[in-house]
């Protein structure tokens, strides 16, 4: 995806989409059909980036699909447009359309049509109001949403390391930093998206959906460790010497493949009316929370 507060890489996008894929919770899919009318569906895709969603989504529904891609980087859009198509549940291949646009200032009129609305990876580098427009706009244009990977702040290494717990929580501040006048929600986007949603009227469900990375992942998890270091040296810069040398140790360990790395994401669905909840345990957060 594009992120409101930078921009990232078609190669970060393509390492994460296998753990991306594997992560999002598949029984949230249920609900989604369990909402959706039976001659078709129009998706509209927020911060797409490349596709990733309608990769993993597409085969997961049946009938004909459009899948509207909305981003602001035009270079990720069209890579989108000229990767392989992805088929249907009944092998029949979707339609895809791109729109370069800040999702940030949609409109109800801009998802007229729409069934669903997805997004992946996007909320926690939103600010609330941001989320709260989002939210708004999807209520009032009378469609799903199915927002997937919003990052909680628990992550967790084995083997352990004394550091892990200042890492993590200096990560979990540069998250929930102000940039450029805006204050991102970072690891609190899941429960102010939930407490919005509710609040006008949706029901939601969520289900965790975390990253389980370990030695067949040692190109994601060196990827992700340096960066998740970087940022906690960026917020709190009296760690910076103890971290270089926490760095360096916690890439040997993914190098040799002793390194297990557990990164938290959880995935919502919201719908107004009647939503079927999937059948196994998770929370269901109601206008009465």
Known sequence: MTSMAGT????????????????????????????????????????????????????????????VLHDQDEELLARARSAATPDDAEGTAIRIETRARDVTQLRAADLAGADLVTASALLDLLTAGEVDQIAQTCVDAGCGVLFTLTVTGEVSLSPQHQLDEAIKSAFNEHQRR????????????????AATFTRLGSRVVIRPSPWRLGPADVSLVVEWLTGWVGAACEQQPALTTLAQTYLRDRLIEAAAGQLQVVVGHADLFAATGAVEPPERGGRVATRGE
């Open 8 to 67: 990232v890489t078609p190669e970060w996008l393509s390492l994460r989409e296998p753990a991306d894929h594997a992560a999002r919770a598949r029984d949230l899919v249920h609900a989604v059909t369990s909402t959706a009318p039976g001659n078709g569906l129009v998706i509209h895709d927020l911060g797409s980036g490349t596709g990733s969603m309608s990769r993993w989504l597409a085969p997961q529904l049946p009938g004909r699909q459009l899948w």
């Open 178 to 193: 102000t940039n450029h006048g805006r204050k991102l929600l970072g690891p609190d986007a899941l429960a102010h998206t």
